[in-house]
């Protein structure tokens, strides 16, 4: 039985070699192309860490005595804003939610802005400039307000300019959230409603833990910063979209990361060079009577 004869490959045309000669030309390989770059990135970097460390003398204080706590007590810079919202909201949501849930909001980003269009590129939607100057106009503003607010800057500027001891004394409750936890006649019961034994540390063998609310804290210290944090950037959003300044999902996340990261900045500004002795906010304190 004859056997069927093998059918030859046939050469690649003019066009397919070109082809697939540019395609080859667009790759990036790791090795040598990038891990290359960056062996020659982390040299240079070194050099330039080791030369600062030569030629800059770092700003050290006196040897630390555990007998005297620095006037102000901060944490390193990189958690300097965490320690600003510290001032503002209670220990844990400042310390732990807030952080959580910021994290799990950035990582949860690209399974939101799923569009293939433009990934991988900086701003490459025709909005994406003007929701970035929005979103970080809004957050940066918005934030130093909101400390000023809490700080009652807002009176201070008020005496400053009325004269002092002009603040009326039935708005006190407008100095800030201390002043709606600590101005405002609060019914004796909501400052100390009894939960019961909510935690049942008992079935670890441990004591029960009962549990008392205090609705004014919980108001000033929970309900409001949490209602903030979340209603400001859903209001940002909505105002944007009727305003046709986002109108993708692209445009909301850009306007919404800017914002982020203003905020972010903006809190580890003011914790780094405006929080003085007590963490009392400088120079403004200058506008009335701090004791006030």
């Given amino acids: ?3 069927a004869p093998q059918t030859q490959a046939q050469p690649a045309s003019a066009a397919v070699k070109a082809r697939q000669r ?3 030309e667009e790759e990036l390989l790791v090795w040598p192309d990038l891990v290359f770059i960056e062996f020659i990135c982390a040299v240079l970097f070194t050099i330039l860490i080791v030369g600062l460390a030569v030629m800059v003398d770092s700003i050290l204080l006196d040897r630390a005595n ?3 706590t620095p006037n102000p007590s901060k944490a390193p810079w990189y958690f300097l804003n965490l320690q600003e919202l510290l001032l503002h909201m209670h220990p844990a949501l400042a310390g732990v939610v807030v952080p959580t849930v910021a994290l799990i909001a950035l990582g949860a980003i690209p399974y939101w802005d799923n569009t293939p269009e433009g990934q991988g590129e ?3 939607t025709p909005r994406a400039w003007l929701n970035l100057r929005v979103g970080a106009a809004v957050g940066a503003i918005g934030t130093t307000l909101l400390i000023f607010y809490d700080e009652s800057k807002h009176i201070q500027l008020f005496e400053m300019i009325a004269g002092k001891d002009s603040w009326p004394e039935q708005l006190n409750f407008m100095r800030g959230l201390r002043g709606i936890q600590n101005e405002i006649n609060w019914p004796a019961w909501t400052l100390d409603v009894p939960l019961g034994n909510v935690l049942r540390l008992d079935l670890l063998g441990l004591p029960k833990i009962e549990l008392d609310w205090n609705i ?8 409001i910063p949490v209602n903030t ?5 859903i209001l940002l959003s909505l105002v944007a979209h009727k305003l046709k300044i986002a109108q993708t999902k692209r445009d909301h996340m850009v306007l919404q990361f800017s914002g982020f990261i203003a905020v972010y900045v903006t809190l580890t500004i ?3 060079y405006f929080r003085g002795e007590g963490l009392a906010l400088v120079p403004y304190t200058i506008f009335a009577d701090p004791s006030h």
């Fill in 216 to 223: 004014p804290g919980f108001i000033v210290e929970q309900f």
């Fill in 122 to 124: 900086w701003l490459s």
């Fill in 1 to 3: 039985m004859a056997a």
């Fill in 270 to 272: 003011v914790g780094t």
């Fill in 22 to 24: 540019r395609a080859r």
């Fill in 66 to 68: 555990p007998a005297v």
């Fill in 229 to 233: 944090m979340v209603g400001l950037p």
